[in-house]
Nanobody, 122 residues
Framework: QVQLVESGGGLVQAGGSLRLSCADS????????MGWFRQAPGKEREFVAA????????DYADSVKDRFTVSRDNAKNMVYLHMNSLRLEDTAVYYC???????????????WGQGTQVTVSS
């Protein structure tokens, strides 16, 4: 069974950087596309970024393009989200998810982590 655990969240000043990590304890990580989503209080969970099973392709939400970078290390069963030039509106709980293919749709990711809080201060 796929189990995902996010880490690396915390408090960071606007304009700063942060790296989130997601570890998969299951045995099928290398065959799964991995997505990052975020949710702020009172708002719907939204797509942030995703990467294909082999890291060959990636997709980003318009709001984070040129600021965030998603990567993965299948040998370590890890996926990362490097966040640069952080803004106040980036404040949210960030979730990693595993699915069959890269998608912006939440419903196409059967497995989810518990989330990690990212707070951007002025």
């Amino acid at each position: 069974q796929v189990q995902l655990v996010e880490s690396g969240g915390g408090l960071v000043q606007a304009g700063g950087s942060l790296r989130l990590s997601c570890a998969d304890s299951g045995g099928t990580f290398s065959s799964s596309a991995m997505g990052w989503f975020r949710q702020a209080p009172g708002k719907e969970r939204e797509f942030v970024a995703a990467i294909s099973y082999n890291g060959g392709s990636a997709d980003y939400a318009d709001s984070v393009k040129d600021r965030f970078t998603v990567s993965r290390d299948n040998a370590k069963n890890m996926v990362y989200l490097h966040m640069n030039s952080l803004r106040l509106e980036d404040t949210a709980v960030y979730y990693c998810a595993a699915g069959r293919w890269v998608s912006k749709q939440l419903g196409l990711y059967p497995y989810w982590g518990q989330g990690t809080q990212v707070t951007v201060s002025s």
